[in-house]
């Protein structure tokens, strides 16, 4: 069975030796997805102190970059946002950022509703409030 990597002209950079997607049948496993933005270090909704920490952030500004990118991503792999089957999506703070991140993901999803688990974590690679992993469909 091929594995085929993916990678999308228009989505941010991997911060690692990973790609984007690999294809594995008709299935199609997005690598964790942020909200960055292609060709920039700058991440939207962040401000950031001068040791590069987390002065504030806007989690609504995030979700629908990242949002962006996952679509960025599936549309350049062949597949496409009414094709995504499961969601994993991690915050930093669920207390603050689930009831504005839930109603963001309610607007993408109202047609295409896949399994979702939201899971709470201390921290991510680069100074960002949500990331998502995504399972999807792919036309053979």
């Known amino acids: 069975m091929s594995k085929e990597k993916m990678n999308s002209s228009r989505a941010p950079e991997p911060v690692g030796l ?40 806007d989690i609504e500004a995030q979700c629908h970059s990242v949002f962006n990118n996952v679509r960025y991503i599936l549309e350049d792999a062949g597949s496409s946002w009414e094709q995504i089957v499961d969601v994993t999506v991690f915050l930093t703070n669920m207390k603050a950022d689930f009831a504005t991140y839930n109603r963001i993901y309610a607007e993408y999803f109202k047609e295409n509703q ?17 990331e998502l992993k995504v399972i999807a469909t792919i036309d053979q």
């Open 18 to 57: 990973y790609p984007h997607a690999r294809r594995v049948g008709n299935l199609l496993f997005l690598s964790g997805v942020g909200p960055r933005a292609r060709g920039s270090k700058d991440i939207p909704g962040v401000t950031l102190d001068a040791n590069g920490n987390i002065s504030n952030y």
């Open 114 to 130: 896949p399994c979702r688990t939201t899971v709470e974590i201390t921290a991510l690679p680069t100074p960002i409030a949500i």
